[in-house]
C-alpha cells in the first residue's frame, strides 16, 4: 500500500522525490516524524487527500505501479483515490492523534514510524537508536523494508 501511495506522490512531485510533501515521502517513509512536525504531517496529509479525491480511480493503472489487484488490501473499487487509500490516511491521521494524546498526558514524544509490527526484527526496529533513522539517505531503503 505505502509504495503506491508514494508513487502517486511522487508523480505529483514530477518525479522528485520529497519535493513537494517531504514530510510524507522523506521524513515518516524513511525516517520518523519528530514532535514538532506532527502539524505539518496532517497538513500535508489533509493536502494529499483532497488532490486523491480529484483523481478518478479508473483513469489510473495502478498496476503499472507493481499493485496487485488480486493480493491488495486496497478497496479498488473506490471512485476516487482518496476513497482507494482511505484507510491509509485514517490510520495515520489516528497515530498522529495517539502520539499528541500521549505526549499530552505523560510529557514524552516517542517519535512517529512507519514499520510491521508483526515482523520478527520489530523489537529491534522500536530499540534501534534515532539518529540511526535519521541517517537513511533519500536512496536507501526505510529500516522496515529491510
Known amino acids: 500500500m505505502w509504495s503506491v501511495f508514494l ?11 520529497g519535493c ?14 519528530n514532535k514538532n512536525e506532527l502539524n505539518e504531517l ?3 496529509l489533509e493536502e ?5 479525491a480529484q483523481i478518478i480511480t479508473e483513469s ?3 498496476t503499472s505501479f ?11 473499487d473506490g471512485r476516487t483515490l482518496a476513497d482507494v487509500f482511505a484507510r491509509f490516511f485514517d490510520v495515520i491521521l489516528e497515530a498522529i492523534e495517539c502520539s499528541n494524546v500521549f505526549y ?17 526484527d520489530y523489537i529491534f526496529d522500536i530499540n534501534r537508536p534515532d539518529d540511526l533513522y535519521e541517517s537513511v539517505a533519500s536512496d536507501e531503503l526505510p529500516f522496515w523494508l529491510r
Open 104 to 120: 499530552n498526558e505523560f510529557n514524552e514524544y516517542i517519535p512517529l514510524r512507519v514499520g510491521f509490527t508483526d515482523a520478527p
Open 60 to 62: 489510473v493503472d495502478l
Open 66 to 76: 507493481g499493485l496487485d489487484e488480486e493480493s491488495t488490501g486496497l478497496p479498488l
Open 42 to 44: 496532517s497538513g500535508c
Open 7 to 17: 508513487i502517486r506522490l511522487y508523480l505529483f512531485s514530477k518525479g522528485e522525490r
Open 20 to 33: 513537494k510533501y517531504p514530510s510524507v515521502t522523506e521524513r515518516l517513509y524513511c525516517r520518523s516524524i
Open 48 to 52: 494529499i487527500r483532497i488532490e486523491f
